[in-house]
């Protein structure tokens, strides 16, 4: 295969085109352009350099993407018969999707460097990048996002669609009346164009094409305009310092963990409700937790916030062999099995009794007994049926009602303890949470009690002497009432 040189052709003014670049494009015998539509072909024009273009391809293809592929294609066959010095706009190395699917091709290459639209920009704005800067792509701003605590710019704002894309994502991240920059022909004279809008107003210009990019300047105070989880980490930083909340600075491991079990059952009952922005409210105290708990980790010199990110993501990569690697698993059944497979060799257990003790100590109690049970099935120590499993509870209830009414407290504790053991089961075999139904009932009864209440109130008598055939009745029109709501 023959030599191929990639020449960046600058941002537009020929005062960025290097002089080694028109050296290269002088001297080259076949230079194709990825296309025409670049205000520094005129000057190529003027000093006679000859070319080929790539433009027909844009005519041929609806998608950017299947016209770099397209392009790329073409560069490959063409070099078969004779070197190439193929030329594209600005910098072979910024926002150049062909010079990275060729480089993705292994092909040798050769670069001759001009100025990107980045230097232009920057000149125009008068701004230094130490500052900190972030470029994204309109084109992708579904997988990559802005930085706030920098300035961004936004490139290859074709047109006023792409535009109206770019104001609704980055309304995720800015407020709407945030000052923007929008540059077309950074740097051209006849052609440059700034204006000065607020983030809401980008969409309403008319003048986009491939020439414009959008300056949107970083975020001087985070805290007052919090929008991503390092904004609340630098929250929690705040109310954690001698400047911040005596109680923040108080807290500790352990006195915040009646706070996460609190929070955790919080999120539960939203997601129960069904309540939607109740359920994100309460997703955002959890969060905060594990924010709290990393900020007081990271002054004790324990670990930080991005250590259990990168604790919690090595983690799922390693136990989703399926998805990360080449695992073949059917099904769901086959995943938790792997899972626990995978499970027991990080933590070196030699015993599957070690599985059974690792499971946390503070778990509420029908929570801990089903994972018990379930980590126990899982190597095949369980009932065929859920009716051998019923037949135990019918077992365990007759031991209980041989001894409650003796004095033996602690074997009665026991014999209860059984009862409950196997109720568990049943509903393991049933697929059901115990916690959850047990919460569902503990709900039902507290309406229902409220029902008697209201009864009673209408009837101008106190509960207290309600006698307890008379609230026995009441309970049962309302469960009259539930069975027809």
Same mark, same amino acid.
């Given at each position: 295969?023959?030599?191929?040189?990639?020449?960046?052709?600058?941002?537009?003014?020929?005062? =960025?085109?290097?002089?080694?670049?028109?050296?290269?494009?002088?001297?080259?015998?076949?230079?194709?352009?990825?296309?025409?539509?670049?205000?520094?072909?005129?000057?190529?024009?003027?000093?006679?350099?000859? =070319?080929?273009?790539?433009?027909?391809?844009?005519?041929?293809? !609806?998608?950017?993407?299947?016209?770099?592929?397209?392009?790329?294609?073409?560069?490959?066959?063409?070099?078969?018969?004779?070197?190439?010095?193929?030329?594209?706009?600005?910098?072979?190395?910024?926002?150049?999707?062909?010079?990275?699917?060729?480089?993705?091709?292994?092909?040798?290459?050769?670069?001759?460097?001009?100025?990107?639209?980045?230097?232009?920009?920057?000149?125009?704005?008068?701004?230094?990048?130490?500052?900190?800067?972030?470029?994204?792509?309109?084109?992708?701003?579904?997988?990559?996002?802005?930085?706030?605590?920098?300035?961004?710019?936004?490139?290859?704002?074709?047109?006023?669609?792409?535009?109206?894309?770019?104001?609704? !994502?980055?309304?995720?991240?800015?407020?709407?009346?945030?000052?923007?920059?929008?540059?077309?022909?950074?740097?051209?004279?006849?052609?440059?164009?700034?204006?000065?809008? !607020?983030?809401?107003?980008?969409?309403?210009?008319?003048?986009?094409?491939?020439?414009?990019?959008?300056?949107?300047?970083?975020?001087?105070?985070?805290?007052?305009?919090?929008?991503?989880?390092?904004?609340?980490?630098?929250?929690?930083?705040?109310?954690?310092?001698?400047?911040?909340?005596?109680?923040?600075?108080?807290?500790?491991?352990?006195?915040?963990?009646?706070?996460?079990?609190?929070?955790? =059952?919080?999120?539960?009952?939203?997601?129960?409700?069904?309540?939607?922005?109740?359920?994100?409210?309460?997703?955002?105290?959890?969060?905060?937790?594990?924010? &709290?708990?990393?900020?007081?980790?990271?002054?004790?010199?324990?670990?930080?916030?991005?250590?259990?990110?990168?604790?919690?993501?090595?983690?799922?990569?390693?136990?989703?062999?399926?998805?990360?690697?080449?695992?073949?698993?059917?099904?769901?059944?086959?995943?938790?099995?792997?899972?626990?497979?995978?499970?027991?060799?990080?933590?070196?257990?030699?015993?599957?009794?070690?599985?059974?003790?690792?499971?946390?100590?503070?778990?509420?109690?029908?929570?801990?007994? =089903?994972?018990?049970?379930?980590?126990?099935?899982?190597?095949?120590?369980?009932?065929?049926?859920?009716?051998?499993?019923?037949? !135990?509870?019918?077992?365990?209830?007759?031991?209980?009602?041989?001894?409650?009414?003796?004095?033996?407290?602690?074997?009665?504790?026991?014999?209860?303890?059984?009862?409950?053991?196997?109720?568990?089961?049943?509903?393991?075999?049933?697929?059901?949470?115990?916690?959850?139904?047990?919460?569902?009932?503990?709900?039902?009864?507290?309406?229902?009690?409220? &029902?008697?209440?209201?009864?009673?109130?209408?009837?101008?008598?106190?509960?207290?002497?309600?006698?307890?055939?008379?609230?026995?009745?009441?309970?049962?029109?309302?469960?009259?009432?539930?069975?027809?709501?």
């Amino acid at each position: 295969m023959n030599k191929l040189t990639v020449v960046g052709l600058g941002p537009g003014s020929k005062n =960025y085109l290097t002089i080694g670049a028109l050296d290269k494009l002088k001297e080259s015998k076949k230079v194709i352009l990825r296309t025409k539509k670049h205000p520094v072909v005129k000057y190529l024009d003027e000093v006679g350099i000859k =070319y080929e273009t790539f433009d027909h391809i844009y005519e041929e293809t !609806k998608d950017f993407n299947g016209v770099y592929e397209s392009i790329v294609d073409n560069i490959l066959k063409l070099l078969k018969d004779d070197e190439i010095t193929y030329a594209v706009p600005g910098s072979p190395f910024v926002a150049e999707s062909t010079v990275t699917l060729l480089e993705e091709k292994g092909i040798d290459i050769d670069y001759v460097e001009s100025s990107s639209f980045i230097e232009a920009m920057l000149y125009v704005l008068k701004k230094d990048p130490v500052e900190g800067l972030t470029i994204v792509d309109a084109l992708r701003l579904d997988d990559q996002m802005p930085n706030r605590r920098t300035n961004v710019i936004v490139t290859q704002v074709y047109d006023k669609i792409t535009a109206s894309n770019v104001k609704l !994502k980055m309304m995720e991240y800015y407020e709407d009346d945030h000052e923007i920059i929008v540059i077309r022909g950074a740097g051209i004279e006849g052609i440059e164009e700034i204006h000065h809008i !607020k983030l809401y107003e980008i969409d309403h210009l008319d003048m986009y094409d491939y020439l414009t990019s959008i300056y949107i300047p970083k975020i001087e105070n985070n805290i007052e305009n919090p929008r991503n989880i390092s904004d609340l980490v630098d929250i929690m930083k705040l109310l954690r310092s001698e400047d911040g909340c005596p109680w923040d600075r108080e807290q500790s491991h352990e006195s915040l963990k009646p706070y996460v079990i609190e929070e955790a =059952y919080e999120v539960v009952e939203a997601i129960e409700e069904k309540d939607s922005i109740l359920l994100e409210e309460e997703l955002g105290d959890l969060l905060l937790q594990v924010v &709290f708990h990393a900020q007081i980790a990271h002054e004790n010199h324990e670990f930080a916030l991005n250590d259990i990110i990168k604790g919690i993501s090595e983690k799922l990569v390693s136990r989703h062999p399926h998805v990360f690697k080449d695992l073949n698993i059917k099904n769901s059944d086959e995943v938790i099995t792997t899972w626990e497979e995978i499970k027991r060799e990080e933590k070196k257990e030699e015993s599957y009794t070690e599985g059974l003790k690792r499971i946390p100590k503070s778990l509420p109690a029908l929570i801990k007994s =089903y994972k018990v049970q379930k980590k126990a099935a899982g190597v095949g120590f369980d009932w065929d049926r859920v009716e051998d499993a019923i037949d !135990k509870v019918h077992e365990e209830l007759g031991e209980l009602l041989e001894i409650y009414k003796s004095q033996k407290r602690e074997k009665v504790e026991e014999e209860l303890g059984d009862l409950i053991f196997a109720v568990v089961n049943v509903a393991r075999f049933l697929k059901i949470d115990p916690e959850i139904a047990l919460n569902r009932t503990t709900k039902k009864f507290i309406e229902r009690f409220a &029902f008697i209440e209201e009864c009673a109130k209408i009837q101008e008598k106190d509960l207290k002497d309600m006698s307890l055939q008379e609230m026995d009745k009441l309970w049962n029109e309302a469960k009259k009432i539930e069975k027809h709501t």
